[in-house]
């Protein structure tokens, strides 16, 4: 053997003469192979007026000194060039293109441009894993629709699961630990989770698949109603005592105290219907308002009737929206004019929801 196996560098015999040529020409060779920078990888006609060492990928079709070399490195040494052929898995980065280029054994390829088809993970500023093959750290992601292509001018980014009964979207963390889920949780049907502490879920949100309705499962709504005749003294407001509810999403109305309280801050669509009844006399009048924290008379709320009171027959209703603290209880108080009366067990109501 003559030469290195690798980088082709010349062997000195032991009975050599001028040793110090073969010397020079390996040394030359290592100049020229080790740390490979080159000037460019495109041109065809060797430059000039090169510059010692000055080092190019003779591109296919070269002609005149570079003629018969494509693919290999041409560098400019002691007046001539000389052509160091690559193998598989040669480095050069190109200074003209700024970027590194790898000799496939065939072609020198842009790394830029290689697919990265069937990698086991890929982190960018991180490491992946197994679970989370691809992971990123970084302050801002963007995904853009083609302009070079061109594409269409679209873009989606699709996500799919094995099937109804399993996951698909996103988890949203503080601090590594979920706070919200949002996607095809379980279902076909889009729903958002909210958690204080990423393992008790709470759906706040539900969209049908088929039909498009949208569910609030966790918003505050009641219906409430009076089982007995409650009595109503003359000329002074009582208040009704409603007891029961049909339904009561959150526990949002207090049966024991006859009110309904607001959960959080927010806008409250409230209402009421009473009817009359008799107790002796006729009262002139009959009036029904709200009233905050038992104490506070909403005066927008305030309805009465306009006609002769007819005992079983005469009904007042009331609406108001409502903008609660957290903790504000809403109740319904009624008065008789004149004369007492009840607020009969039959056909009445006191009934909200949280709007906003």
């Given at each position: ?289 709200m009233y905050k ?41 009624a008065a008789m ?20």
């Amino acid at each position: 053997m003559t030469d290195t196996p690798n980088l082709g560098l010349p062997f000195i015999d032991g009975g050599q003469a001028q040793k110090h040529v073969t010397h020079n020409e390996a040394l030359r060779i290592l100049d020229a192979a080790i740390q490979i920078s080159v000037l460019d990888v495109t041109r065809t006609v060797p430059p000039a007026s090169p510059a010692e060492g000055a080092r190019h990928i003779v591109a296919a079709g070269a002609s005149g000194a570079w003629s018969g070399h494509a693919l290999a490195i041409a560098t400019w040494q002691d007046g001539t060039w000389a052509f160091l052929v690559p193998k598989a898995g040669w480095c050069v980065w190109s200074i003209a293109d700024d970027v590194m280029m790898v000799f496939d054994g065939a072609l020198w390829r842009d790394l830029r441009n290689l697919a990265l088809d069937n990698i086991d993970h890929l982190g960018v500023n991180t490491a992946a894993d197994s679970s989370n093959r691809f992971s990123v750290k970084s302050d801002a992601v963007l995904l853009s629709h083609d302009d070079v292509t061109p594409g269409s001018g679209d873009l989606r980014v699709t996500f799919n699961k094995l099937n109804a009964t399993k996951d698909v979207g996103f988890t949203l963390q503080s601090n590594y630990s979920p706070r919200a889920l949002i996607g095809l949780l379980g279902s076909d049907d889009l729903s958002i989770k909210v958690s204080a502490d990423g393992v008790t879920y709470r759906t706040a949100l539900v969209v049908d698949k088929t039909s498009g309705q949208v569910s609030f499962e966790q918003s505050p709504k009641f219906l409430a109603y009076l089982n007995f005749d409650k009595y109503c003294a003359a000329n002074t407001f009582t208040k009704v005592q409603f007891n029961n509810s049909r339904h009561n999403d959150q526990s949002v109305f207090d049966p024991a105290n006859n009110q309904f309280v607001a959960p959080v801050a927010g806008v409250y669509a409230l209402g009421f219907r009473v009817m009359f009844k008799a107790n002796a006399a006729v009262p002139t009048m009959l009036t029904a308002a709200m009233y905050k924290n038992g104490v506070e008379l909403l005066d927008d709320t305030r309805v009465q009737t306009s006609s002769a009171l007819v005992s079983n027959r005469t009904m007042l209703s009331g609406h108001a929206l409502l903008k609660l603290a957290a903790g504000d209880a809403i109740s319904v108080w009624a008065a008789m004019e004149t004369n007492d009366g009840y607020i009969a067990a039959a056909q009445n109501g006191f009934y909200g929801h949280r709007i906003a």
